[in-house]
C-alpha cells in the first residue's frame, strides 16, 4: 500500500532564507508525486508536480522538488521565501486506483 | 479554461440537522469528482470518490452520503449532522486518465 510522510509538521523560517520541506513516500509500484499549497480558508493549489521525466520538477512561485527514486523522497524547496509563502503545505502520492493521497501537511511560518 | 464551485462557502448548523452541500464543474466533461474533508490542524481525508453520473464510492463510513446527479455536479448529503462533521470540506476534481486533482475553494462547517 502506497503512504506518504511529512516530516515536519512545521517549519518556521525568516524572510528570504531558503527552505526544504520534507517528504518520503512508500509504495511498491510506479507513482505520480504532487505538491500542493494551501492558503488559509483556501482550497488546495498545485504547486508542482512529478509524472516522469528529469527527477527536478520546477512549479510556481519559485518552487521546485527533486524526485529521488533511491530514497523514495519528493522534497519541496525554495532558495529564497517571502513572508506571501506562509501558507500549508502538502505531498501527495497517487494510488493505482486513480486517487492520491495526501500527507498531514507542513506550516511553513515565513517570519520578517 | 475549467472552474470549480462549491457553496455555500461558510455553513452554521445545528446537531441533528440535514445537510447539503453542492460543487459543480464548468469546462471539462465525465471528470472524476471527489469529496474531501479536512479537520482542524489536520491533512486532508478522503470521503467520496465518483468517476460517472450515479457511481459513488465511499471511502470510510461516516455520517455522511453522496450523489452525483449530473455529470459535473457532486453532493455532499447528511440526514443529521454530528458534532463530529464539523471541518473544512474540499471538492475536487480530476480528468478521468490524469491523478492531477483540481480543488475548489471549499465550505467551512460548524456543527454546534
Known amino acids: 500500500a502506497q503512504s506518504v510522510t511529512q516530516l515536519d509538521s512545521q517549519v518556521p523560517v525568516f524572510e528570504e532564507a531558503p527552505v526544504e520541506l520534507r517528504c518520503n513516500y512508500s509504495?511498491?509500484?510506479?507513482?505520480?508525486l504532487f505538491w500542493y499549497v494551501q492558503y488559509p480558508n483556501q482550497g488546495l493549489q498545485l504547486l508542482l508536480k512529478?509524472?516522469?521525466?528529469?527527477?527536478l520538477v520546477k512549479g510556481i512561485n519559485g518552487f521546485e522538488a527533486e524526485f529521488n527514486k533511491s530514497q523514495t523522497s519528493f522534497h519541496l524547496r525554495k532558495p529564497s521565501v517571502h513572508i506571501s509563502d506562509t501558507a500549508e503545505y502538502f505531498c501527495?502520492?497517487?494510488?493505482?486506483?486513480?486517487?492520491?493521497?495526501f500527507g498531514q501537511g507542513t506550516t511553513l511560518q515565513v517570519k520578517p | 479554461s475549467q472552474t470549480i464551485h462549491q457553496w455555500p462557502a461558510t455553513l452554521v448548523q445545528p446537531v441533528g440537522s440535514p445537510l447539503s452541500l453542492e460543487c459543480t464543474v464548468e469546462?471539462?466533461?465525465?471528470?472524476?469528482l471527489y469529496w474531501y474533508r479536512q479537520a482542524a490542524g489536520r491533512g486532508l481525508q478522503l470521503l467520496f470518490y465518483?468517476?460517472?453520473?450515479?457511481?459513488i464510492s465511499s471511502e470510510v463510513p461516516q455520517n455522511l452520503s453522496a450523489s452525483r446527479p449530473q455529470d459535473r455536479q457532486f453532493i455532499l448529503s447528511s440526514k443529521k449532522l454530528l458534532l463530529s462533521d464539523s471541518g473544512f470540506y474540499l471538492c475536487?476534481?480530476?480528468?478521468?486518465?490524469?491523478?492531477?486533482?483540481?480543488f475548489g475553494p471549499g465550505t467551512r462547517l460548524t456543527v454546534t
Open positions: 475536487a476534481w480530476s480528468v478521468q486518465s490524469s491523478y492531477e486533482q483540481y
Open positions: 509504495s511498491s509500484v510506479s507513482v505520480y
Open positions: 512529478y509524472l516522469s521525466g528529469s527527477t
Open positions: 501527495a502520492v497517487s494510488v493505482p486506483t486513480g486517487k492520491l493521497i
Open positions: 469546462g471539462t466533461s465525465n471528470p472524476n
Open positions: 465518483s468517476v460517472g453520473i450515479g457511481q
